[in-house]
Nanobody, 119 residues
């Protein structure tokens, strides 16, 4: 069984930084795309950033220049460095991984970690 475990969420003031981490455990073949999504109360879950196996990244316009996604394939982990945080970044952040198992690809989600940006 594959599990994604996230960490790093916290309460911070505007302008501060946070680093989120997510690691996959269990038995699987390969991890393809890794990404981070977020959801605010009453809103749909939205894409924050993704990173392909080769390192190609994609960001939502709202976080470009402030957030950086990275991955460590040896640790089956993905990270999100968030700088210059704004109150509108407040949300539950979820990691997502496309994992190949027994020849088929499946999407897995972490449990979510709360990020609150407020003075």
């Amino acid at each position: 069984q594959v599990q994604l475990v996230e960490s790093g969420g916290d309460w911070v003031q505007p302008g501060e930084s946070l680093r989120l981490s997510c690691a996959a455990s269990g038995r699987f073949s390969t991890i393809n795309t890794m990404g981070w999504y977020r959801q605010c109360p009453g809103k749909e879950r939205e894409l924050v950033a993704t990173i392909l196996t080769g390192g190609l990244t994609n960001y939502a316009d709202s976080v470009k220049g402030r957030f950086t996604i990275s991955r460590d394939n040896a640790k089956n982990a993905v990270y999100l460095q968030m700088n210059s945080l704004k109150p509108e970044d407040t949300a539950v952040y979820y990691c997502n991984m496309r994992i190949t198992n027994y020849g088929s690809a499946y999407f897995y989600w972490g449990q979510g970690t709360q990020v609150t940006v407020s003075s």
